[in-house]
């Protein structure tokens, strides 16, 4: 049996991949959005309620369509990146990574030895298929990738050595935490935080990686896709049936309002 392709990684920073957030934590839901055609789903574990077996419903419900599945832990621990690992996850979002040292140690934490320290399963791990993939310790490493978060003034200053760690594929900024961190909560939008947006895409892009960005509001995801972005979260699956349910109700009730459909990032 083959090692199934990664097709986020074959296609990083050669062409634009528009995602979303997944954060109802359930195969279903995760499955009615990879119906949409989404290039690829974020399954939240950092801020949804998240479990092992969730998220592994999460991807065997997704596995058939084109949507690739990423996965953002709660942590960067090492114990859980191998038992994500184990389960099939090809791609991980790790969130609040401020040092190129952290970026090794979490390149470390993805690759058997001797490149890295993650254990082996065996039988055990659907990644493996329970064995049947052909030669899987020596090729694991071909399809797995990992994107890491600049979210905090110290990631930023530290962008361009995290950049250039080698295992790193890409750079994932997060407005949000971006935003509070300089002092500008809930305000993305402050020069002191776009300008730190700027220097991140930058730093990466001198570093050749893809950079990524958290962009619900349509007109902020066509500017930085503008300013180098290749892979763009462009919605985010709670607000958007929020956002849908509110309208609706409201056509009833006679309520005129302008619902933030973005949610926030």
Not at 68 to 81: A, F
Not at 128 to 153: H, K, M, P
Not at 198 to 207: K, Q, Y
């Amino acid at each position: 049996m083959k090692l199934p392709k990664n097709t986020f990684k074959a296609r990083l920073g050669i062409e634009k991949q528009y995602g979303c957030w997944a954060g109802l934590t359930t195969g279903y839901t995760a499955e009615i959005l990879a119906t949409i055609g989404y290039d690829w789903l974020l399954v939240d574990s950092e801020h949804a309620p998240n479990t092992t077996q969730s998220l592994l419903s999460q991807l065997q419900a997704v596995a058939p369509y084109h949507s690739h599945p990423i996965v953002r832990p709660e942590s960067s621990d090492k114990d859980n990146i191998k038992r994500l690992l184990d389960i099939g996850v090809q791609t991980l979002m790790i969130p609040m990574v401020e040092t190129a040292e952290q970026a090794k140690a979490l390149v470390s934490a993805m690759h058997y030895p001797p490149k890295g320290i993650r254990g082996v399963g065996g039988g055990l791990a659907r990644a493996t298929r329970w064995d049947s993939v052909d030669n899987y310790l020596n090729i694991a490493g071909d399809e797995l990738c990992l994107i890491v978060q600049i979210e905090s003034a110290l990631g930023v200053k530290n962008a361009a050595e995290i950049a250039n760690v080698d295992g790193v594929d890409a750079v994932f900024i997060g407005p949000a935490d971006l935003s509070i961190g300089l002092g500008h909560p809930g305000n993305p939008y402050h020069a002191d935080v776009q300008s730190s947006i700027l220097s991140v895409i930058d730093a990466t892009f001198s570093a050749e990686k893809a950079c990524g960005i958290l962009a619900p509001v349509e007109a902020d995801a066509r500017k930085y896709m503008e300013m180098g972005c290749s892979f763009v979260a462009v919605g985010i699956d709670i607000s958007l049936m929020r956002s849908a349910a509110k309208e609706n109700l409201n056509k009833y009730l006679g309520v005129s309002s302008k619902s933030n459909s973005s949610g926030t990032y």
